[in-house]
C-alpha cells in the first residue's frame, strides 16, 4: 500500500454516508489507546461533513480516515479534532497528511482564529508541533462553555472537574497566527507528555 493511492480531501455532502463508520473508528481509536474522548454522534459527523468543516481519505470508495474543524467563542478559537486513520492504513504517513490538510481547512475558513487542540495522543502532539502549535494550559483556550461541555462524555470527564477545568489527561496546544514561533522553538512533544505526567501527579486529586 503506498499513500500515493489515496486521497486526502475536503469532505463533500454525500460523504455524510461514512458518519457511522468515522464514529466507529473514533471509538475504537480511543479504545485502543486506553484513554478517553468526548463522544461524538453521527448526526454531529454529518453536520460537519455538509457545513465544510471536515476532511476525509479515501481509498477509493472506502474511507481510511477523517477529522475536522470546529469554531467556537464567535470564530476567535477554532478546534481540530476526531483525527483517526483506519488501522489497516496506518505507518504510511497518512495522520499527517489529514492534520495537514485539516489545517488548511482551518486557514482557509477561519484566517485570523487562533486554532487549538486539545489531545492524550503522542503522534498527534508530534503533528501539531511541526505545524506551529505550542503547549499551553487551558485558560489559554477558548471559554466557550458549549465547547467545554463535549468533554461530558470522555470517560476522564471527572478528573477535568475536580481541576476547575484547568488541566485533565489531554494536552492543550495552540496555533497563533499572529504569534508564529521563531526557528528552533517548536516544543517537544516528549518533554511535554513528561511534564503532564508529573503535573498529574502532583497536581490530581485522585
Given at each position: ?26 471509538y475504537?481509536s ?11 454522534s ?12 471536515s ?5 477509493g ?30 505507518h504510511l ?9 485539516t ?5 482557509l ?32 483556550l ?17 478528573i ?20 508564529p ?26
Amino acid at each position: 500500500m503506498d499513500i500515493k493511492d489515496i486521497t486526502v480531501k475536503f469532505a463533500e455532502p454525500q460523504e455524510t454516508v461514512y458518519a457511522d463508520l468515522i464514529v466507529k473508528l473514533i471509538y475504537e481509536s480511543a479504545l485502543q489507546r486506553g484513554t478517553g474522548i468526548a463522544k461524538r454522534s453521527p448526526e454531529y459527523i454529518a453536520d460537519k461533513i455538509k457545513g465544510g468543516k471536515s476532511v476525509v481519505a479515501l481509498h477509493g470508495d472506502r474511507l481510511v480516515g477523517f477529522s475536522y474543524i470546529e469554531s467556537w467563542g464567535h470564530g476567535d478559537f477554532v478546534a481540530t479534532s476526531g483525527l483517526i486513520v483506519d488501522p489497516e492504513y496506518r505507518h504510511l504517513g497518512l495522520a499527517g497528511a489529514i492534520k495537514a490538510k485539516t489545517f488548511e481547512l482551518a486557514r482557509l475558513r477561519f484566517p485570523f482564529a487562533k486554532l487549538f487542540s486539545i489531545t492524550t495522543s503522542l503522534p498527534v502532539m508530534k503533528l501539531n508541533s511541526r505545524m506551529g502549535y505550542k503547549p499551553v494550559t487551558f485558560s489559554e483556550l477558548t471559554d466557550d462553555e458549549e465547547f467545554w461541555r463535549g468533554c461530558e462524555g470522555c470517560r476522564n470527564y471527572d478528573i477535568l472537574q475536580r481541576n476547575n477545568r484547568r488541566m485533565c489527561l489531554c494536552t492543550g496546544m495552540l496555533y497563533d497566527p499572529k504569534r508564529p514561533l521563531p526557528p528552533g522553538k517548536r516544543a517537544n512533544p516528549w518533554v511535554m507528555k513528561v511534564k503532564n505526567g508529573l503535573n498529574r501527579m502532583l497536581h490530581l486529586k485522585v
